[in-house]
Nanobody
């Protein structure tokens, strides 16, 4: 069983920054991709950013230019650096890992609240 634990969420003012972390219980060297999703109240869960084992990245339009996803294989950790935060970024942020192209694992989520 693979476990993912997110941290780093919190309350921040608009324009501020947060860095989320996702620690995976196994080596992430071959986990492909690892992604950050978010879900705001009353809305569907949406992809924010993802990174492959080859360090290729993909971002939602809403995240481009403001968010950066990265991975540290030595620490089995994936990060999401979020800058220039907006109130509409308020959501629960989840980490997701795909193993073997088939098995999907989710973390429990971390709350991000951006005040105006």
């Amino acid at each position: 069983q693979v476990q993912l634990v997110e941290s780093g969420g919190g309350l921040v003012q608009a324009g501020g920054s947060l860095r989320l972390s996702c620690v995976v219980s196994i080596s992430i060297f071959n986990i492909n991709p690892i992604s950050w999703y978010r879900q705001a109240p009353g809305k569907e869960r949406e992809l924010v950013a993802q990174i492959t084992s080859a360090d290729r990245t993909n971002y939602a339009d809403s995240a481009k230019g403001r968010f950066t996803i990265s991975r540290d294989n030595a620490k089995n950790t994936v990060y999401l650096q979020m800058n220039s935060l907006k109130p509409e970024d308020t959501a629960i942020y989840y980490c997701r890992a795909i193993r073997g192209g088939v098995l999907s694992y989710w973390g429990q989520g971390t709350q991000v609240t951006v005040s105006s």
